[in-house]
Protein backbone atom coordinates (compact mmCIF):
# COMPACT_ATOMS: atom_id res chain seq x y z
CA UNK A 1 0.00 0.00 0.00
CA UNK A 2 1.44 3.33 -1.14
CA UNK A 3 0.26 6.70 0.34
CA UNK A 4 0.74 10.13 -0.55
CA UNK A 5 -0.02 13.09 1.45
CA UNK A 6 0.06 16.32 0.04
CA UNK A 7 0.85 19.79 1.80
CA UNK A 8 0.81 24.00 0.65
CA UNK A 9 -2.40 24.05 -1.13
CA UNK A 10 -4.25 27.55 0.06
CA UNK A 11 -5.60 30.68 -1.06
CA UNK A 12 -3.24 33.19 -2.89
CA UNK A 13 -3.54 36.53 -4.89
CA UNK A 14 -3.09 36.87 -8.50
CA UNK A 15 0.78 37.02 -9.02
CA UNK A 16 1.87 35.60 -6.26
CA UNK A 17 3.23 31.82 -5.11
CA UNK A 18 2.88 28.76 -3.07
CA UNK A 19 4.92 25.70 -3.30
CA UNK A 20 3.06 21.98 -3.24
CA UNK A 21 4.91 19.24 -1.43
CA UNK A 22 3.81 15.92 -1.84
CA UNK A 23 5.41 12.46 0.22
CA UNK A 24 5.25 8.96 -0.46
CA UNK A 25 5.07 6.52 1.87
CA UNK A 26 4.68 2.50 2.20
CA UNK A 27 5.39 -0.35 -0.02
CA UNK A 28 7.73 1.94 -2.50
CA UNK A 29 10.25 -0.46 -4.27
CA UNK A 30 10.77 1.58 -7.15
CA UNK A 31 9.10 4.85 -8.47
CA UNK A 32 9.37 5.90 -12.01
CA UNK A 33 7.41 8.86 -11.63
CA UNK A 34 6.14 11.32 -9.70
CA UNK A 35 3.84 14.62 -10.77
CA UNK A 36 1.23 16.76 -9.82
CA UNK A 37 -2.30 16.77 -12.42
CA UNK A 38 -5.16 19.41 -11.51
CA UNK A 39 -8.61 19.50 -11.93
CA UNK A 40 -10.64 22.91 -11.89
CA UNK A 41 -14.84 22.64 -11.35
CA UNK A 42 -16.18 21.09 -14.64
CA UNK A 43 -13.21 20.50 -16.27
CA UNK A 44 -11.35 17.25 -16.90
CA UNK A 45 -7.97 16.05 -14.96
CA UNK A 46 -4.98 17.86 -16.91
CA UNK A 47 -1.26 17.54 -16.49
CA UNK A 48 0.76 19.50 -14.62
CA UNK A 49 3.46 18.69 -14.54
CA UNK A 50 5.61 15.53 -14.19
CA UNK A 51 9.25 13.92 -13.12
CA UNK A 52 11.04 11.04 -13.53
CA UNK A 53 13.50 9.57 -11.36
CA UNK A 54 16.31 10.78 -13.51
CA UNK A 55 15.23 14.28 -13.16
CA UNK A 56 13.79 14.72 -16.59
CA UNK A 57 10.63 17.02 -16.52
CA UNK A 58 7.34 17.53 -18.45
CA UNK A 59 5.43 21.03 -18.06
CA UNK A 60 1.50 21.14 -19.56
CA UNK A 61 1.66 24.55 -21.93
CA UNK A 62 -0.09 26.67 -19.28
CA UNK A 63 2.12 26.34 -16.81
CA UNK A 64 5.49 26.52 -18.79
CA UNK A 65 8.14 29.20 -17.21
CA UNK A 66 5.81 29.83 -14.01
CA UNK A 67 5.73 25.97 -12.49
CA UNK A 68 8.77 24.29 -11.33
CA UNK A 69 8.59 19.98 -10.43
CA UNK A 70 11.49 18.88 -8.65
CA UNK A 71 11.98 16.27 -6.50
CA UNK A 72 14.25 14.27 -3.59
CA UNK A 73 14.82 10.85 -4.61
CA UNK A 74 15.76 10.10 -0.48
CA UNK A 75 12.79 11.57 0.89
CA UNK A 76 10.20 10.31 -2.03
CA UNK A 77 9.16 13.70 -2.23
CA UNK A 78 8.32 16.11 -5.24
CA UNK A 79 7.31 19.85 -4.78
CA UNK A 80 5.71 21.99 -7.21
CA UNK A 81 7.51 25.77 -7.26
CA UNK A 82 4.41 27.67 -8.31
CA UNK A 83 4.76 31.67 -8.94
CA UNK A 84 3.09 33.95 -10.70
CA UNK A 85 -0.27 32.34 -10.40
CA UNK A 86 -3.50 33.70 -12.40
CA UNK A 87 -7.16 32.78 -10.94
CA UNK A 88 -7.20 29.95 -13.86
CA UNK A 89 -4.29 28.13 -11.83
CA UNK A 90 -7.67 27.58 -9.51
CA UNK A 91 -8.24 24.20 -9.07
CA UNK A 92 -7.69 20.96 -6.74
CA UNK A 93 -4.43 19.61 -7.19
CA UNK A 94 -3.17 15.85 -7.06
CA UNK A 95 -0.05 14.46 -6.55
CA UNK A 96 0.54 11.30 -8.76
CA UNK A 97 3.37 8.36 -8.51
CA UNK A 98 4.01 6.03 -10.67
CA UNK A 99 6.02 3.06 -10.03
CA UNK A 100 8.49 1.06 -11.86
CA UNK A 101 5.38 -1.76 -11.96
CA UNK A 102 3.34 0.95 -14.35
CA UNK A 103 0.80 0.92 -11.24
CA UNK A 104 -0.19 4.82 -10.59
CA UNK A 105 -1.24 6.34 -7.10
CA UNK A 106 -3.12 9.21 -6.20
CA UNK A 107 -2.96 11.51 -3.76
CA UNK A 108 -6.42 12.84 -1.79
CA UNK A 109 -5.79 16.40 -3.41
CA UNK A 110 -5.17 20.26 -1.80
CA UNK A 111 -6.96 22.92 -2.83
CA UNK A 112 -5.47 25.51 -4.09
CA UNK A 113 -7.23 29.34 -4.87
CA UNK A 114 -5.89 31.91 -6.76
CA UNK A 115 -8.22 35.18 -6.20
CA UNK A 116 -8.20 38.11 -9.02
Known amino acids: QVRLVESGGGLVQAGGSLRLSCAAS????????MGWYRQAPGKQRELVAS???????NYGDSVKGRFTISRDNAKNTVYLEMNGLKPEDTAVYYC??????????WGQGTQVTVSS
Open 26 to 33: GSIFSINT
Open 51 to 57: ITSGGST
Open 96 to 105: RLVAASGYGY
